[in-house]
Every structure is written in structure tokens, then in C-alpha cells.
């Protein structure tokens, strides 16, 4: 149980496009899903929270015009990087949490972009 | 001070070597406590979930928790080359808060 996917795994793309990342919630509800970045060697980097029905609560330093996210059902979440550049090239992972368990976060299997 | 600390090692040891992971944390109001095993380009994997105080055991991993001391451990036994990954402990209660992270490398 309480695995999370997302898609695609792996993205390149060019400076400029938009890049769409979705994240599932398979067997499980997901009252609060949450976008991480992660560069090599680092930790985990929280962007933004998102509950679904609601605007996504985001972190200082995060552009909420940037990187939008949409959490439509507690199923699914979208965190959608507008105009990519080189320097938006990371490993995002998606993490989501049960509805009426808080206590703990599932992680998704994680995307890794590339923007050329 | 950080919610949460973790020493980023890198951590080495041989193959069958028993592996210390630590984290401490700053408030006494957390509640429940983790530890995510996260191999090189993939997402973080729960590998353990404690609540109280004391130990929980499964298979070759221990958590321990000593909320009087707000000190977590990960103990590995037997260490295998396939437990080479990074290890993030994560403390939560009304908020959730990972450790950086230690690298460890178990050499065969």
C-alpha cells in the first residue's frame, strides 16, 4: 500500500517550453501533497504544499508564477514549470500524505528534467 | 537552530559492519519520527516509523527514539553493499522536517 507514482520519470526539453509533472496518489487519499526539488548531492528541498481544493502554500524563494501547481483531486497533483530555463533543471519529487494519517509522507519515484 | 539536525557524513564502512545513523532534534512537541532510505536518483523510501520512545526493530534495522534527549538513531546490522543509499530521518507533528541527510557507501 500508499504508493505514489509520478510521470513523466524523466523530461528534456527546451528553454522556454513548459514542463507538466503529475503526481498519483494509486491506493490511497491524499489530503496534502507536496513538491520538492533536489539538486545532486543535496537534500531535499521543500517548494510548495498543496491540499486539494485549495491554493498551494509556497516556500520563500519559490515562484508561485513559475511553478504552478494544481491539486484537483486527492488523487492527483500537477506542478507545471512555466518557461523553463537551464537552471530549472533538477530532480523534483512529489510526496503525499494519507487523509487522516499525518504523521507520515510517501514519495514518488521522483522526475528528473533537463532543460536545454 | 535547525528543526532538525544530521551529521552529512559521507559515511564508509566494510560489508557486515553494524552502522550508527543520528539525528537530534530541537522541539520536544514532536510526536513521530522516521527514517527514509534514498538511493541515487529515486524518490526517498520509508523505511522506518516510531512514535514513542525506545526501539523498534525490523529485520536488520533498528530506530531507537530518546525523546528526553531529542536523539534518533538508525541502527543497521550486517551491513550489505545493496544498504549503500543516503539516509534521511524526518521528525513531524504539526509540521513535517527532513534531515539533510547522511551518505553511506558499504564497501564489499
Known amino acids: 500500500g500508499a504508493v505514489v507514482s509520478q510521470h513523466p520519470s524523466r523530461v528534456i526539453c527546451k528553454s522556454g517550453t513548459s514542463v507538466k509533472i503529475e503526481c498519483r496518489s494509486l491506493d490511497f487519499q491524499a489530503t496534502t501533497m507536496f513538491w520538492y526539488r533536489q539538486f545532486p548531492k543535496q537534500s531535499l528541498m521543500l517548494m510548495a504544499t498543496?491540499?486539494?481544493?485549495?491554493?498551494?502554500?509556497?516556500e520563500q524563494g519559490v515562484e508561485k508564477d513559475k511553478f504552478l501547481i494544481n491539486h484537483a483531486s486527492l488523487t492527483l497533483s500537477t506542478l507545471t514549470v512555466t518557461s523553463a530555463h537551464p537552471e530549472d533543471s533538477s530532480f523534483y519529487i512529489c510526496?503525499?500524505?494519507?487523509?487522516?494519517?499525518?504523521?507520515?509522507?510517501?514519495f514518488g519515484p521522483g522526475t528528473r528534467l533537463l532543460v536545454l | 537552530q535547525k528543526e532538525v539536525e544530521q551529521d552529512p557524513g559521507p559515511l564508509s564502512v566494510p560489508e557486515g559492519a553494524i552502522v550508527s545513523l543520528n539525528c537530534t532534534y530541537s522541539n520536544s512537541a514532536f510526536q513521530y519520527f522516521m527514517w527514509y532510505r534514498q538511493y541515487s536518483r529515486k524518490g526517498p523510501e520509508l523505511l522506518m516509523y516510531?512514535?514513542?520512545?525506545g526501539n523498534k526493530e525490523d529485520g536488520r534495522f533498528t530506530a531507537q527514539v530518546d525523546k528526553s534527549s531529542k536523539y534518533i538513531s538508525l541502527f543497521i546490522r550486517d551491513s550489505q553493499p545493496s544498504d549503500s543509499a543516503t539516509y534521511l530521518c524526518a521528525i513531524s507533528g504539526n509540521q513535517f522536517y527532513f534531515g539533510t541527510g547522511t551518505s553511506l557507501t558499504v564497501i564489499p
Open positions: 516510531t512514535y514513542s520512545s
Open positions: 498543496s491540499n486539494e481544493g485549495s491554493k498551494a502554500t509556497y
Open positions: 510526496s503525499a500524505r494519507e487523509q487522516g494519517l499525518l504523521e507520515t509522507q510517501y
